[in-house]
Nanobody, 122 residues
Framework: QVQLVESGGGSVQAGGSLRLRCAVS????????MAWFRQAPGNEREVVAT????TGTTDYADSVKGRFTISPNTVALQMNSLTPDDTGVYYC???????????????????WGQGTQVTVSS
């Protein structure tokens, strides 16, 4: 019943910006953890940012700190100063139940969107 749908991906030049959005339908904990992951060809899916909607706490991968921002309210992911290393498929993920701490492990999340492609050219 729970569906996550990403939007906002596209192709941009290095140094540009994109804003990814995650639309949620169905019933999930309103204060559950949500996260963004990304996966480049040949690589494992890795966490980009997490947000605990109960506490408002956000966390980021070291590679995106200072450049990406996740909204505690909408889970939108603002991506600035993009580089070709940011290229990949970006996925929105959600936990079924509320938690006091959000995991960076992809196996922990219950719901996933279909992904949206982000391509950064140099």
């Amino acid at each position: 019943q729970v569906q996550l749908v990403e939007s906002g991906g596209g192709s941009v030049q290095a140094g540009g910006s994109l804003r990814l959005r995650c639309a949620v339908s169905g019933h999930t904990a309103r204060r559950a953890c949500m996260a963004w992951f990304r996966q480049a060809p040949g690589n494992e899916r890795e966490v980009v940012a997490t947000v605990n909607r109960m506490t408002g706490t956000t966390d980021y991968a070291d590679s995106v700190k200072g450049r990406f921002t996740i909204s505690p309210n909408t889970v939108a992911l603002q991506m600035n100063s993009l580089t070709p290393d940011d290229t990949g498929v970006y996925y929105c993920a959600a936990k079924r139940d509320a938690a006091y701490s959000c995991s960076s492990d992809r196996r922990w999340y219950n719901y996933w969107g279909q992904g949206t492609q982000v391509t950064v050219s140099s």
